[in-house]
Each structure stands twice: as C-alpha cells, then as structure tokens.
C-alpha cells in the first residue's frame, strides 16, 4: 500500500516539538485548553475544518502545505506526470518567452474555441490532470498570440481562461506555488483583454488560491472589492449575477475559514439572493453557479465552522450531478464525508468518500483532510471493513 505517513495531529506533535512547545504553549496561542491540544495529537479528535487548519498553522508558524504533508512532491498519476512536469516548465520561464517552433497559429476566435474544449474536458474528467497536456501546447499558442501585432482581446480571454485552469489544475496537486504563479498571469492577461466579467471571474479564483495558501482575509477582501468595482460597472445580465455570485460564495468560504462565522453567514445570504435570481445552475465565465453549487460550497462552509449537522442537512438532499463537473461532485462528497466523520457516522462517511473518490478519483487522493479521515477510521476500528481497506488502498494509505 505504500509508504507508513504521518497523521495530521503526528505532523502538529513534530511541529510543536522542533519549536520548543509544551501542548499547553500550544494551547495558549490557540486559545484553547491543553487537553484539546493533546486529543488532536493523539488522534482522539479529527481537525476536519480548513478554518481550525489555518490557526494550527500560524500558531505554529509553519506553512499550511508542510502541516498538512504536501510539502513535498505531490503525487501524479504516471500517466499524466510528463505533462504536469511541462506545465511547471512553462510556468518557470518568463511568460513572454514563446517556443521557438510554435504550433501552428490560432485566431483569437480560435483559441476561445480550444479554450472552452478544454474547460469541458476538465469538467468532465475524473483525473485532475487529465488536460494538462493539451494545456501546455495551447498555452504556448496563446503566448504566440498575444504578442503578433494584431493581437485581439478574445486572445488575451483566452490565455487568461487557460492560465487559470493550469491553476486549478495545480492547486488540486498540491503545487501552490505554482498555483499562484499561474492565477497571477490570469489575471495580467484579462486585464489586457478588457473584459471586466472576465476579470471577475478570474479574481474569483484568486480568492479560492489565497483562501487555500493561508490567506483568507486577504481572498475575502479581493473578492468583495472586485465585486464593488462589478457593481459599478456591470449591468444585471445573468453573466453578471454568476460572476457576483461565485465571489459572494468564495468570499464566505473563506470568511469562514478566517474564523469570522458572522462574515460568512453575510455573504452567504448575498450569494442565495444571487442563486435566486439565476434561477438554474448555469456556467458563465468558467465559474459554475446556481442553487446546486450555492448548496455544495455551503455544505463545505458549515464544516468550517464547526457546524456538521447543518452542513449534512444542507448536503444530503444535493445531486451534484446536475452541474456536469466531475470537481464540485468530488467536493459534495468531500464536505459531506467530513461531516460525517465530524458526528462520528464512520459508516455513512466512509460511503461518501467513496463516492467521491470515484467522482474524483484524483482530488481525493491529494486532499489532506481526507487522507486524515480515512488513517482516523483505520486506527479506531478494531476490525477494519471492507469498503474501508478498499478506500484507504485506493488513496495509497497504510495505517
């Protein structure tokens, strides 16, 4: 099954160690009580919310992928790791630097057209990095494009659509810096197309990166100050209500995860009036909004805050399907595993990480709070189901 790895409350123990803590330092920055400390060390309690996360990490000064063990390569399936590896290539040269035999030269109508294949691709594949390939190659046409002389907006939209999945796409292995790098350029080439939707839209997954590097505050404040130059200049198309309300719900999330419950309830509240008035789940600008996801992402923010219960009523009546995005149904079943290992319905959370590990086989692989809940289960069990070994297999864990 693999290598033995460390629990997430084994990686504090160490943490805490190399800076000269007793378990009741620890506890003073977290203001909380010792015997909390030493539960989460010992296994006793799960850390199953981002938000409780993010305080470990500052109260230990550490950052949040090395608390969480992805500080190292993160794992590729070995059919897709040449192509993760050009992709980090392409991001480690200076944008500008074009390849010197370039594939053959799009229009920036095409482009968009190779550009929205690729989204679907993504949003249908059950591998995080199953695109990456083909990526890389229409990064670098884009590259091309957008330095000829009679460079368009539409590929500037294009490039910036694409550097933002090569985001999404690293993030969800664990490469965040990287992830930064790509969101960065994102965000340089919708400026340069004019487009402020766009530029919205793209800010909207700057949030998701801050929220998930360990800057919450930060993503919320991106998210509501685009959101008021939006409301400025924006007029109320459905285009705009999906942009304004995917900022809304990430801003909530991570307000959530920044520990301010009242921010996150504010915004969740503006996100649902959004849902609303779109009425359907529809897509617009790569960001997927409707009543479904409005019900996944508040599933996955009630976990943040500590709220299982309301996170698993929120959840349990969703049909991620309905979306079309192999992602948001991994991230349904994520929220609502954690929730159930939350209420410690060990059957019932073992049940919806398999069904997220068969949406998004991938995703959960790299996710860390996953990786935990699973090691949990297998150490409290004295005999160890078979949905159990088959998950904990799956994901490479050996307890």
């Not at 007793?22 to 989460?40: C, D």
């Not at 050009?86 to 944008?95: G, I, K, V, Y």
């Not at 091309?144 to 090569?166: G, H, I, P």
Request: positive net charge.
């Amino acid at each position: 099954m693999g290598e033995v790895e460390l629990t997430l409350g084994q990686r504090i123990a160490v943490q805490r160690r190399l800076r000269g803590l007793t378990q009741e330092g620890l506890a003073q920055r977290l203001h909380r009580s010792a015997s909390w400390v030493t539960k989460i060390e010992r296994g006793v309690r799960r850390v199953d919310s981002m938000s409780v996360l993010l305080e470990l990490s500052r109260a230990l000064g550490v950052p949040l992928e090395q608390l969480t063990g992805r500080s190292g390569p993160p794992m590729e399936s070995p059919t897709h790791a040449a192509g993760v590896a050009e992709l980090r290539r392409l991001l480690d040269r200076p944008s500008r630097f074009a390849p010197v035999d370039p594939l053959a030269p799009l229009s920036g109508r095409q482009l968009a057209v190779e550009a929205a294949a690729l989204r679907r691709a993504y949003n249908a594949g059950r591998n995080v990095s199953a695109v990456v390939p083909e990526l890389t190659a229409l990064i670098e046409v884009a590259q091309t494009a957008v330095t000829a002389d009679n460079a368009d907006r539409e590929a500037f939209a294009s490039l910036a659509n694409l550097y933002r999945l090569s985001s999404l796409e690293l993030r969800q292995l664990g490469d965040l810096g990287r992830a930064r790098l790509a969101v960065d350029r994102a965000l340089a080439a919708a400026e340069r197309s004019g487009d402020d939707l766009l530029l919205g839209s793209v800010a909207a997954t700057m949030t998701v990166q801050l929220m998930v590097q360990g800057d919450p505050e930060d993503g919320v404040a991106v998210a509501l100050d685009t959101r008021e130059h939006l409301r400025r200049t924006v007029d109320g198309s459905q285009a705009g209500l999906v942009v304004g309300g995917a900022l809304c719900l990430y801003a909530a999330q991570a307000a959530a995860r920044a520990g301010d419950p009242a921010e996150a309830r504010a915004l969740l509240k503006a996100a649902s009036g959004l849902a609303e008035e779109v009425g359907a789940d529809v897509e617009r600008y790569c960001l997927i909004f409707g009543p479904t996801n409005l019900a996944i992402q508040t599933a996955g923010i009630m976990v943040d805050l500590d709220r299982p219960t309301e996170a698993i009523r929120c959840a349990e009546p969703v049909r991620p399907n309905r979306l079309g995005s192999s992602n948001r149904s991994g991230y349904h079943w994520l929220h609502l595993a954690r929730a159930y290992g939350m209420t410690s319905a060990v059957d019932a959370a073992v049940d919806s990480l398999t069904h997220a590990l068969r949406a998004a086989p991938e995703l959960v692989r790299h996710d860390p709070l996953a990786r935990d809940l699973v090691l949990g289960m297998l150490r409290r069990r004295r005999v160890v189901g078979e949905q159990l070994r088959r998950l904990a297999h799956a994901m490479n864990i050996t307890p």
